[in-house]
């Protein structure tokens, strides 16, 4: 009975300790925030695996964007706020928001690997946003961070030690979806050299400007039996089929 009862205990142990595991883990910033399908990707800079990209946030400022995210994902940890610069932590990138110098209307969202910030920033500036825990995990075994580099906005003053930021090239653009934005287009008649000839004139996509430079109309028609063309029907018979009519009859067989 003893053993019984000590084994039930065990299991209870085992399975509170799990549902905590796991409440812990569902309260945590799993994952991040996917900026690349809601922002233009402004500026890359790679290193191996030191990756940094910056991100626009157009007309947005820093607390907002940052309550934005935190929205869509919930971080490991999130700064105090500030309209000049916050930092959200989500595993082991490090979102680090800006206000643009040159246009103060926007946020530069720069998304930071773990290894960019160990060998780029300084333990001492990131004291102000970060906590002890997270600085310690991030230079403890580094080296204790000794890179000037305060972030893209203040790249030209202070700079990273390794690569530089650059334009998305077309691979680094791969990396992030283009932006849906409501635009207005037209659809233009293959072969023709005048772009008067679009479709979709006025709105409609039936209506289409005439072509002065070919007035001819295209039209599809059946051609002509043997004729060869891509349309050709087959042969069709329109002579009414005979039919017989007769009469029988139904006889008994007769028995022996």
Do not use: W
């Not at 994952?31 to 940094?52: C, F, H, I, M, Q």
């Not at 910030?117 to 946003?129: A, E, H, M």
């Not at 005048?194 to 295209?218: E, L, P, Q, Y």
């Amino acid at each position: 009975m003893k053993r019984r009862q000590g084994r039930s205990l065990l299991s209870l142990k085992i399975a509170l300790v799990i549902s905590l595991a796991m409440s812990l883990l569902s309260g945590c910033g799993i994952g991040s925030p996917n900026v690349k399908e809601t922002y233009p990707l402004e500026s890359v800079n790679r290193d191996g695996s030191a990756t940094s990209y910056v991100y626009r946030a157009a007309d947005q400022t820093v607390p907002e964007v940052a309550k934005e995210l935190s929205a869509e994902k919930k971080p490991d940890q999130i700064s105090k706020e500030d309209p000049e610069r916050m930092f959200l932590v989500y595993g082991n990138e490090y979102y680090h928001l800006q206000k643009d110098p040159k246009k103060e209307t926007d946020t530069l969202i720069e998304v930071d690997s773990q290894e960019y910030v160990q060998r780029n920033y300084d333990s001492s500036f990131l004291k102000g946003y970060l906590t002890a825990v997270i600085i310690g995990h991030l230079f403890d075994s580094f080296g204790g961070g000794s890179g000037g580099y305060r972030g893209y906005a203040s790249r030209d003053i202070y700079q990273p030690k390794q690569g530089t930021y650059h334009a998305p090239t077309t691979s680094d653009k791969k990396i992030a979806p283009p932006l849906t934005v409501e635009k207005k287009g037209s659809i233009f008649r293959r072969g023709t050299k005048n772009s008067d000839t679009s479709v979709g004139s006025n709105g409609s996509i039936f209506d289409r400007k005439k072509d002065s430079s070919n007035s001819s109309k295209g039209s599809i028609s059946r051609g002509k039996t043997g004729s060869g063309g891509l349309f050709d029907s087959p042969k069709k018979s329109y002579t009414k089929p005979k039919t017989r009519i007769g009469s029988g009859k139904i006889t008994r067989r007769s028995r022996r």
